[in-house]
């Protein structure tokens, strides 16, 4: 698992793009499996690139065991 | 009673990623026919040959793809349903790892027959290893120009996505699973419109599951009817039985339809029980199907037989339990697992489902009554009537089964607290 960096997350989106609806769920599993969470910056960029509701997106994010939005503490 | 490997017989004799091997072993042949033919023409022989669907509800795989083929609406979406979530079915996975390029094929051969340019392969998230293997034989397929433009030099083009199951049992019911590729939270739906109407985006979608799709390249390569000569007259093909519970050699065993009895699978390929006890129950197919009772499993492997013996073939997942254990915790087993799945989406599931966990763990724990018995039977009996999908519908039935064959293991719960 990486910090979360606006390069990496900038690569990933470049191997999935252009980024439409079609891909969303695919790249934001990506993103949780690249970094271990679901930055919250990264929601927005999403949300903006496809045109889906970021409410929707955190609605998924939310539901799926797999999600988090934070970083889980190392212990 | 023997195997009979059609779909599995690569299983195992090759790197599963190897193209070549595949080819030699008759891979691609399927594909090469379909594409010389017309969309519909292919449609045709998926419906002669019989093929019904193997994720649980049997729907006749030709209708389903005639009507997304006729749909006007663009684009279309294929998907292959690889989010094996039921309880005792895990014969998904031998296809998927052992057997990729057959999969594929099939999938290639039905974006094409209903007009898809964009298929997706949702693979259960647990399944780490076969996403990773997918994630490469995706790669591959690009180069061997199975996937991308003009697959294999025809003027049909197909993308296709690998997507990974974030953890929901009922991301795997067709239209959670639909929702879930929408970025929504994966819930069911109102049918009709059926996903051939209206699915993925509002577009026609077709979604199989993955041992229904590793039969479109054997119907293709073969013909229609030369592939009925497997199975019975209204059961064609095989089934791979995925073997589990109290049984010394768990495993997938492909067999074909009406070749033997239940108990002929359970003995002679399960090798008798763990504890050498007499078998109480069986549930045939997963863990949402009635409890079929020891004493009835001299039924013949076909759909029909099956439902006349008082459960269904679903997902052919045989999960059996020995003597000695009681029908209690059975259902406290299963609840406690689907007590936590329901989407939420209807009433009946959402409130029914935890419910009757509620009273099963209660009963289990010797804490209930003769109420209890009572209401279960209820809100089971409502869940199957009013729920929208299939797992309302069905999560209850081993529960009202159990009731009904083992009355006395739940009276003894009972009456533990009076004592």
Known sequence: MKMFNMQT??????????????????????????????????????????????????????????????????? | MKERKVLTRRVGKYEPLDLKAYEASGGLEGLRRALVLKPEEVIEQIKLSGLTGRGGAAFPTGLKWGSAAQEKETPKYFICNADEGELGTFKDKVLLDGAPWAVLEGIVIGAYAIGAQLAYIYVKGEYEETVKLWEKLAAEAQKARLLGTDVLDSEFSLQLQVVKGRGLYIAGEEFALISSLETRRAMSRLKPPYPS??????????????????NVPVILAKGAEEYRKLGTKDDPGTRLFSLSGDVKEAGVYEVELGSGTLRELIDEFGKGTTGGRHIKAVQPGGGTSALLAGN????????????????????????????????????????????????????????????????????SHGKGTTEDLEQLRRIGKACVVASTCGMGQAFPLPVLSALELFPGDFEAAIAKVSV
């Open chain 2, 296 to 363: 009835s499993l001299d039924c013949r492997l076909t759909t029909e037989a099956i439902r006349k013996a008082g459960s269904s073939i679903g997902t052919a997942g045989v999960i059996v339990y020995e003597q000695g254990k009681s029908a209690v915790g059975i259902v406290r087993g299963l609840m406690d697992f689907y007590g936590l799945e329901s989407c939420g989406r209807c009433a009946p599931c959402r409130i029914g489902v935890v419910r009757m966990k509620e009273i099963v763990e209660r009963l």
């Open chain 2, 197 to 214: 109407q209206r699915g993925l985006f509002g577009k026609p979608t077709v979604v199989n599951n993955v041992e229904t799709i590793a």
């Open chain 1, 9 to 75: 997350y900038q690569n990933l989106i470049n191997e999935h793009s252009p980024v439409t609806p079609e891909n969303l769920f695919v790249l934001i599993g990506k993103i949780q499996d690249t970094f271990g969470y679901m930055p919250t910056e990264a929601v927005h960029d999403l949300a903006a690139k496809t045109g889906v509701a970021e409410a929707r997106i955190y609605g998924a994010l939310t539901s799926y065991k797999d999600f988090k939005l934070r970083m889980e503490d190392k212990g």
